[in-house]
């Protein structure tokens, strides 16, 4: 198995430098975009084969924590909200959780640990290229979709964050219920055994530990679950995706 997974991977890529060579020709054309969904939709599918959804993604040990977690995206929110409940120390914060779901609820830090906790040393890969190791406590997404209980016809979580990305576009991402339900995909508040800093997402950001760091929502705001992306920007399910990164970024 471990070889014909070299191969598919070794294949994907190779096939990949070939779709994005053309990439341009084809957005241009009349069918284009729908060639690329198309395209994206069989790469995920691939991407599911090649790591089941109950894979984990490697954990490390305390030793190999990386001496400067390199914050990634926005360091410090403007927005007057954030700024107010930072001043607070987020003793206000309340985590908004509604959309498709039978019991919508706002959650505090410690009602959101009352959930289920759990610590997990893993690697952040950013698409600029640089990683870092560190040691995450939170709680899984799982239990808090347990306790909301997503209606039927939810398909996709997106969670929409405090930092402004442009003027009043907040940052925005998702993932799907089963990347959501991961045992590893946290709501953390904790890093390396502290609270988590402002500049890493203070004070709830998502770890979805199989996919690179643009998913990595910080300053999370409130969860929506949904049934499609319609309604949530340009339609793509993220603000990079909307400019033209791909939905599933699995590593």
């Not at 400019?243 to 590593?251: Q, T």
Request: glycine share 10%.
């Amino acid at each position: 198995m471990s070889d014909r997974r070299d191969f598919l991977r070794s294949t994907l890529l190779a096939l990949g430098g070939a779709t994005l060579a053309g990439c341009d020709r084809i957005s241009e054309s009349e069918s284009g975009p729908r060639l690329l969904e198309s395209a994206e939709a069989i790469n995920r599918r691939v991407q599911r084969f090649l790591s089941p959804s109950k894979a984990l993604a490697r954990e490390y040990a305390e030793s190999d924590i990386s001496a400067v977690f390199k914050p990634n995206g926005t360091l410090m929110p403007d927005t007057p909200l954030y700024q107010g409940l930072m001043k607070g120390g987020f003793a206000d914060y309340r985590l908004e959780v509604d959309g498709l779901v039978e019991k919508p609820t706002h959650f505090s830090i410690d009602e959101l640990r009352t959930l289920g906790m759990r610590t997990q040393i893993t690697r952040h890969d950013c698409v600029e290229g640089w990683s870092a190791i560190g040691k995450w406590t939170g709680t899984p997404l799982a239990a808090l979709l347990d306790h909301v209980k997503p209606g039927a016809g939810a398909r996709y979580v997106v969670f929409h964050c405090f930092d402004d990305m442009e003027q009043d576009t907040p940052y925005y991402e998702s993932v799907d219920l089963d990347e959501a339900r991961h045992p590893q995909t946290l709501l953390a508040y904790g890093l390396n055994g502290g609270a988590l800093p402002v500049a890493n997402g203070a004070p709830l950001r998502l770890r979805v530990e199989r996919q690179l760091g643009y998913k990595q929502a910080k300053y999370i705001r409130r969860i929506e679950v949904v049934a499609s992306f319609a309604e949530v920007g340009d339609g793509n399910g993220g603000y990079w995706e909307d400019n033209g990164y791909e939905w599933y970024a699995g590593i």
